[in-house]
Every structure is written in C-alpha cells, then in structure tokens.
C-alpha cells in the first residue's frame, strides 16, 4: 500500500504521495510517447511554456495509468470523508470508500517546462486536479540558495497554492504526486538552470463514490 499524506496549511486539502519505481517507469514511457506523438495543447492551458502536449499512449499503459491514479483519488476522497467525519456533530458519515468513479475529459496533458518558464496564477475545471512530477532536476531545487538574489522568499521553480490570504510553496521532486481541488488557486515559478523539468497534469470531472 502506498503512503501518502494529506496537508491541510487552509481549507482546501492538498494530497500528496510519491510514484514507486513500476509507476515511475510508466510515467517515463508515457512521457516518451507523448514526446513522439507532439499534440500540442497549449491553446488550451494557462501556462507560459512553449512545450505543452496531449498525452499520448497506448491501451496498456491507459489502463495501468488509470489504475495508478485510481488508488490516489480513492484515498484523497476517504481522506476527505474522514474530516467530515471528524467535523460532524451528527456523527453519521461512513468515510469507507469502496470504489470511485470519474472521467478525465480531454485527457492529461504533459509541460516540458524549460529555462524562464512558468505557470502563472490559474484554477482548473473539474471536481478535483493532479500533477504528477515525472522529472524533476536537482538543479532547481538547488537554485533556492545558489542564486545570488537578495530575498526572504526565494522561489525558483515551486509550486505555490492560493486561498483567500494564504498560500503555501512546494519545493517539487521526481516522482511527487499532487490531489487537490480543481478550483484550488496555484501556480508555478519559473527557474534559471539550463535544464528541463516533466511533469503531467490531469483533471477529474464527474466524480462520484460508494
């Protein structure tokens, strides 16, 4: 069973957990078909990057990518059922989780984010959103304090949530995945390094659950 952990810095919860090796390794083969297949996407996302493409994959590695993010979703939502519990006065809410069920729309989409790129402040359609971090270089995390910039609040390549006042900065790394509700304000900062990070984004419309 994977582990994982949901952060709750606001009232939005933020789900996190991170891809074994076998699940890595998909995500890897998908990105590589993707990159052949070069469906651009860009016309439809908010983000200020040059590379941003349609998922492209075969019907195995469809099935095992559902499979992969079904188990995520299925605990992001029991998590969610037990803070409900747990906030009822009525204690009747059952936070067993048998099965979910959703469709992905359009289908994920993959950023080759690259040197002084980034994802401005957005939200996204759907009931919940996922980012998965297929690759992400060392050189960026290392970027917070290698770069020589007066601040108290260095930020290269994070990815930052929003709500009302708060807001709450991740420093990525490979193999990161991220739940969190589709309308969530979040956005990622562009970094200096000459190297390029891969990472999938998908949303979950039309979720239900017993």
Same mark, same amino acid.
């Given at each position: 069973?994977?582990?994982?952990?949901?952060?709750?810095?606001?009232?939005?919860?933020?789900?996190?957990?991170?891809?074994?090796?076998?699940? +890595?390794?998909?995500?890897? =083969?998908?990105?590589?078909?993707?990159?052949?297949?070069?469906?651009?996407?860009?016309?439809?996302?908010?983000?200020?990057?040059?590379?941003?493409?349609?998922?492209?994959?075969?019907?195995?590695?469809?099935?095992?990518?559902?499979?992969?993010?079904?188990?995520?979703?299925?605990?992001?939502?029991?998590?969610?059922?037990?803070?409900? +519990?747990?906030?009822?006065?009525?204690?009747?809410?059952?936070?067993?989780?048998?099965?979910?069920?959703?469709?992905?729309?359009?289908?994920?989409?993959?950023?080759? +984010?690259?040197?002084?790129?980034?994802?401005?402040?957005?939200?996204?359609?759907?009931?919940?959103?996922?980012?998965?971090?297929?690759?992400?270089?060392?050189?960026?995390?290392?970027?917070?304090?290698?770069?020589?910039?007066?601040?108290?609040?260095?930020?290269?390549?994070?990815?930052?949530?929003?709500?009302?006042?708060?807001?709450?900065?991740?420093?990525?790394?490979?193999?990161?995945?991220?739940?969190?509700? =589709?309308?969530?304000?979040?956005?990622?900062?562009?970094?200096?390094?000459?190297?390029?990070?891969?990472?999938?984004?998908?949303?979950?419309?039309?979720?239900?659950?017993?």
């Amino acid at each position: 069973m994977e582990l994982y952990n949901v952060l709750l810095p606001f009232g939005p919860s933020i789900y996190h957990s991170v891809a074994d090796s076998h699940e +890595q390794s998909l995500l890897n =083969a998908i990105a590589e078909s993707t990159t052949r297949s070069n469906i651009s996407k860009g016309k439809d996302l908010a983000g200020n990057i040059k590379t941003q493409l349609t998922v492209s994959y075969n019907e195995i590695q469809q099935l095992s990518f559902l499979r992969f993010i079904n188990s995520h979703i299925k605990n992001y939502v029991k998590e969610r059922m037990i803070r409900v +519990q747990q906030n009822t006065i009525v204690n009747n809410v059952d936070p067993t989780v048998n099965a979910v069920q959703y469709d992905l729309g359009s289908g994920p989409w993959i950023n080759y +984010q690259r040197q002084h790129e980034f994802n401005p402040v957005h939200k996204h359609a759907g009931a919940l959103s996922g980012i998965c971090m297929i690759n992400v270089p060392i050189e960026i995390a290392g970027e917070v304090n290698s770069v020589p910039i007066d601040s108290n609040m260095r930020c290269s390549g994070q990815l930052e949530f929003q709500n009302n006042n708060h807001t709450h900065k991740i420093i990525p790394k490979t193999g990161d995945i991220f739940l969190f509700d =589709a309308d969530l304000q979040h956005q990622v900062y562009p970094f200096s390094s000459d190297v390029v990070r891969i990472t999938m984004s998908f949303n979950v419309y039309n979720l239900t659950y017993n």
